[in-house]
């Protein structure tokens, strides 16, 4: 089906980068640059300074960033592992394959961890701590590393939808330990597939991920550390992103223009509550767009009917999926989160035009119940 407004639209960005895209592939073949190359090394470089760390590490996913972190930080079998209980599943998989124990906590209503509740959940098996700076905003970094130094534990971010993200005089991935992105598609670093990468200032941890993702083979010495993996980011996926990240400021610039355009139309409406929150310590990128509606799946219904593609991320908790074996953690706030988000259409080819078409269909949506109420 196409939409009138899609929630993202990757031919379109294509389309607009073509050819230094298509320069930077055709570089790739053409010199059979395919494995371990400069483009991977470029990237990393200039990755590292964007986000403001020392180093920067390749890898083939988000997924793997979490993993190969929480392996680097020596965490493992016995050892309990903090989260929220409001994230993109992979946050917590990591965790379990890597032998330890997920404990999820509650979040506050801007969908990021509650220091209180990581405080509450320490014991003396906890070994880490993995905030999730979700949908593009920071998690009270400031309160979680305090926590952390205070019990002396590892904080590792999933900066996964924050890349870009103020906090303080800093940006999302050089507050902890180390931390880990993703360039999923549809993340506002978006590659031709699967990639993801580590960030950290500690030399040992970027080695330990630099071996991790090769077999375990210290490539200078050919010597084998431990049992690795075959998880590198491809030379390819490199020269693509290098590209792109020249483009991801501008891009942050227009993802807060079209937040603010979603807020002035929608701010009136009683009904539904709008992602903006306390910006006095920190910016926002707005990875997705996420409203709260008490009737959600009859809003999203009808902007679905009226061609505007929505998502809803997630619609069931993580412990409702009875193969992931996870306790029910009980967290009202969390629950709720996931009976009333609503991520609309917010990427770098959203457009005024399609702000207005959203907006419309949810006026519009809302006008009966408006009507009642003045006429009960
Ligand atoms: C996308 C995402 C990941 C995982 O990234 P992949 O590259 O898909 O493996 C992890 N955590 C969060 C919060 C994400 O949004």
């Not at 395919?34 to 988000?62: M, P």
Request: net charge negative.
């Amino acid at each position: 089906m196409s939409y009138r407004v899609p929630f993202v639209n990757a031919k379109a960005q294509y389309g607009r980068l073509k050819s230094e895209i298509d320069a930077a592939i055709i570089g790739c073949l053409s010199r059979g640059d395919l494995i371990d190359r400069a483009d991977l090394r470029s990237f990393e470089e200039h990755f590292a300074s964007f986000v403001g760390t020392k180093f920067a590490v390749g890898v083939n996913s988000g997924y793997h960033a979490l993993h190969f972190s929480l392996q680097a930080a020596g965490i493992g079998s016995g050892d309990e592992v903090i989260t929220s209980g409001h994230t993109f599943v992979a946050t917590v998989s990591a965790i379990v394959n890597v032998g330890a124990r997920p404990v999820l906590v509650d979040v506050e209503d801007d969908y990021n961890l509650r220091p209180n509740a990581v405080e509450a959940a320490i014991n003396p098996r906890t070994r880490a701590i993995i905030p999730v700076s979700l949908n593009g905003r920071v998690c009270k970094m400031e309160d979680i590393m305090e926590i952390a130094r205070k019990h002396n534990l590892v904080v590792i971010e999933d900066s996964a939808q924050a890349l870009g993200a103020d906090y303080g005089t800093k940006r999302a991935g050089a507050l902890g330990d180390a931390a880990a992105f993703s360039f999923y598609p549809f993340k506002i670093l978006g590659g031709i597939g699967d990639g993801g990468a580590v960030t950290t200032n500690d030399s040992e941890i970027a080695r330990a991920v630099r071996l991790l993702r090769y077999n375990g083979e210290d490539r200078a010495t050919g010597e084998y550390h431990f049992h690795g993996q075959t998880a590198l980011m491809d030379n390819l996926q490199a020269g693509v992103l290098d590209v792109k990240l020249r483009y991801v400021d501008s891009w942050i610039e227009h993802r807060r223009k079209i937040a603010n355009l979603y807020r002035a139309r929608l701010n009136e409406i009683a009904e539904i509550r709008l992602p903006h929150f306390d910006e006095s310590n920190q910016r926002d990128i707005f990875q997705n767009y996420v409203i709260r509606a008490a009737e959600r799946d009859l809003l999203r219904a009808r902007l679905e009917a009226n061609g505007v593609e929505t998502l809803v991320h997630w619609p069931r908790p993580m412990w409702r999926h009875a193969g992931l074996g996870l306790a029910d953690p009980q967290l009202p706030n969390t629950e709720r989160l996931y009976r009333e988000v609503l991520s609309l259409p917010m990427s770098s080819e959203t457009t005024e035009g399609h702000v207005e078409i959203v907006s419309e269909s949810i006026r519009a949506f809302y006008q009966p119940f408006r009507a009642r109420a003045a006429h009960p």
